[in-house]
């Protein structure tokens, strides 16, 4: 079977600054797979590479067995791949249901009139299933706040709604816990493992909270100056040498 996500001596650099070196790395079909490394480590670049915001100098980058480079971010995201940002990205001017309508029509102008629309033909199982993805992320009570106003933790929960609501088959997740409390942290990790529990779905983590890489990840590569320097259970990497020289400064 081929892996969801095959990456083969990617390289990418900034003017003189090599910030990926020749990196290979496979990320199997439903698998929970983590990428961590220290600030400047290439990460960042390595997932604006995936979603086509960078183009790679060198190497190639398949997702079921197709290539991804050369291909604009909305083109990726229609063969199944959709980014969680460190940022949530939502309209904060919208209600949470309007929100989550945008992915349903591909814009934010001119689809909101909600009550017209469940009269139209067509329209109504567009809103059911938006209704219903409110229902599976326990934001239905929610549906006409204003999603400015929510917690850091309900956007992102409405930011990965609307990313499900578009059915990938590879979630990318840029620091999903940043800049929240830990309730709302054990949360989201509660909701990621929930969603893997029941959709066949990838996700590929990018995480500096180890206790969310930890809870998380059935697999996770260790990057260093844009190259792997460990690949290997969570279990095994907590105590490998070469990783805790690279996070701690102990020799191996």
């Known amino acids: 079977m081929k892996p969801a996500l095959e990456l083969d001596d990617l390289c990418k650099s900034f003017g003189k600054s090599e910030i990926i070196r020749g990196l290979n790395l496979k990320v199997e079909k439903g698998e929970r797979h983590a990428i961590i490394g220290p600030n400047g480590a290439g ?3 390595l997932l604006n590479c995936l979603v086509g915001k960078l183009i790679p100098d060198t190497g190639s980058v398949m ?16 063969m199944g791949i959709s980014r969680v940002f460190q940022t949530p990205e ?9 929100n989550m309508l ?25 809103i059911e299933k938006a209704e219903a993805m409110l229902v599976d992320m326990n934001m239905a009570h929610k549906r006409h706040d204003h999603s ?4 850091r933790g309900d956007k992102r929960r409405l930011e990965i709604g609307m990313c499900l609501i578009q059915e990938p088959r590879l979630l990318l997740l840029d620091e999903p816990t940043a800049g929240m409390a830990r309730a709302d942290t054990n949360n989201t990790i509660d909701l990621l493992k929930s969603i893997k529990a029941s959709r066949d779905i990838t996700m ?18 260790v990057l260093a100056q844009g190259t792997p320097l460990v690949e290997d259970t969570p279990e095994k990497i907590k105590g490998h040498p070469k990783v805790k020289e690279a996070y701690l400064g102990e020799a191996a």
């Open 43 to 45: 990460k960042s670049t």
């Open 63 to 78: 997702f079921d067995g197709k290539s991804v480079l050369g291909r604009k971010p909305h083109q990726i995201n229609q």
């Open 90 to 98: 939502i309209f904060g001017d919208l209600t949470v249901m309007e």
């Open 102 to 126: 945008i992915p349903c029509f591909g814009k934010r102008d001119g689809a909101f009139e909600l009550n017209a629309m469940a009269s139209i033909d067509g329209q109504k199982d567009v």
């Open 148 to 151: 400015g106003s929510l917690s």
């Open 204 to 221: 590929v983590i990018i995480e500096h909270d180890m206790h969310v890489v930890f809870s998380l990840a059935e697999r996770i590569t």
